[in-house]
């Protein structure tokens, strides 16, 4: 690959212990001996395009980059170390109890204007794609940067994005794998928002495709508690919406970010929220509960639906094998083919008289090849036919005759049920016209 930054030495980096993990990699706090540097190492197996990527960004909000390993088989990114760990780390610690507005509205900017410099001012437009709280590291100075690029993508290489990211903040477009713009990342920014403010963890306790099918087939969203400030809920609200052109952009975000810090009763709501989380996680836990049963109700009816498919394949097996029972040498062979469907049939008749006559008849020997066709018609059609088969059955032939008489009469019949249908096909003969004597 091209290399358009600059490249250290394996030997010159001196690993430390892990810091957790990055999309396709692992990172560690580590030393650049050379420049007697702390920094941070993503391995990785290979160098893609996260380098690329980073090469070229240069902004406040965005952890710095210094180069890349390129030793085969080792590889990897060396970045900033950011020595105050991750914002998930942070939130999930006793410290942030003590948060107030400013720190909220200081950190909602810090992430804001990192997005909107890779949308808007980078050299080359980038969307993030995996943008969450775990990927947002602080600095000593508490300053928030925007890290792990490897699922970021330079926008004009293609708008079709494939499956990546954590599900409870991806938006639903990038979860269908379907076109993507910059408001995939407007939509993460509102659940790293709402992290920030619950300091809850989103969708808490269920899988990735739970997760998924919730936000995508019922539209749920992280719960948004009654006391939270307006200005705040109305943001996280459009950022959730489904249709991506609806969403905000960051210029829009960070207008009304500004307009909000400008809002002097704002301040004392906030804190009150903030500082009140047992009046109102109840609502949080509530939603996780209704969406639990909703799972186990929808995990139910698909046991239900299993169980029944299975009957009805069981079904359908020894009818198929009654269908390839062999009848003696006595008939002409046949194709059938036997399918079910349900009905329900509501039916009102009246008649004078019908007459019905059904002849079969053949003029060589073989195996039926499929259902037992004497058997079949005794059974399926003895109850509505007064069957005569009659005529002489010789080793060359058969003859079959069927006949049916009604008188008039009137009637009303409601069914319901499952249908047999039967197709049948008669082997074409071989005749022989020789005359010699």
Not at 183 to 209: A, I, Q
Not at 329 to 344: H, K
Not at 363 to 369: E, K, Q, R, T
Not at 398 to 422: F, P, Y
Request: aromatic share 8%; proline share 4%; hydrophobic share 35%.
């Amino acid at each position: 690959m091209s290399s358009s930054f600059v490249q250290i030495r394996f030997e010159d980096i001196h690993f430390y212990e892990s810091c957790g993990g990055g999309s396709f990699g692992s990172v560690y706090r580590a030393r650049w001996l050379s420049q007697d540097k702390e920094v941070a190492v993503k391995k990785l197996l290979k160098i893609e395009a996260e380098a690329e990527i980073l090469s070229v960004l240069s902004h406040k909000n965005i952890i710095q980059f210094y180069g890349a390993i390129l030793d085969p088989p080792n590889y990897g990114i060396v970045t900033e170390y950011a020595g105050g760990g991750s914002l998930y780390d942070f939130l999930s610690s006793s410290a942030s109890e003590e948060m107030d507005m400013d720190q909220v509205m200081t950190w909602a900017v810090d992430i804001a204007k990192g997005i909107h410099y890779l949308h808007s001012e980078a050299p080359v437009k980038v969307i993030h794609r995996d943008l969450k709280s775990r990927n947002v590291v602080m600095t000593a100075e508490r300053v928030l940067k925007i890290c792990d690029f490897g699922a970021s993508k330079f926008s004009s290489h293609t708008t079709h994005m494939s499956l990546v990211g954590t599900f409870p903040w991806m938006a639903p477009e990038v979860i269908q794998s379907l076109p993507v713009s910059e408001t995939c990342d407007t939509y993460s920014y509102g659940v790293v928002l709402w992290e920030m403010l619950t300091r809850e963890v989103p969708f808490k306790g269920f899988e990735g495709l739970q997760v998924a099918w919730l936000v995508v087939e019922k539209n749920e969203r992280p719960t948004i508690p009654t006391s939270c400030p307006a200005s705040f809920a109305e943001m996280m609200r459009k950022c959730w919406l489904a249709n991506p052109k609806e969403r905000p952009m960051f210029k829009q975000v960070l207008s009304t970010l500004e307009s909000m810090s400008k809002d002097s009763k704002l301040p004392d709501q906030c804190n009150s929220f903030l500082h009140n989380k047992a009046e109102w996680r109840c609502e949080i836990d509530a939603t996780l509960e209704r969406l639990k049963r909703l799972e186990r109700e929808l995990s139910t009816k698909e046991q239900e639906l299993e169980e029944r498919e299975r009957h009805l394949r069981e079904w359908e097996k020894r009818l198929m094998e009654r269908s390839r029972t062999p009848l003696p040498q006595l008939y002409t062979p046949i194709a059938a083919t036997l399918s079910t469907e349900s009905f329900y049939e509501s039916r009102s008749e009246e008649s004078n008289s019908s007459e019905m006559c059904c002849q079969i008849s053949s003029c060589s020997n073989g195996d039926m090849g499929g259902a037992d066709l004497q058997a079949l018609m005794m059974s399926g059609f003895g109850g509505v036919f007064d069957l005569d088969v009659g005529g002489p059955v010789l080793h060359s032939g058969m003859k079959v005759n069927m006949q049916a008489k009604q008188n008039s009469s009137k009637s009303h019949c409601v069914r319901e049920g499952r249908k047999l249908n039967m197709a049948i096909a008669m082997e074409d003969f071989g005749w022989s016209d020789d005359d010699s004597d």
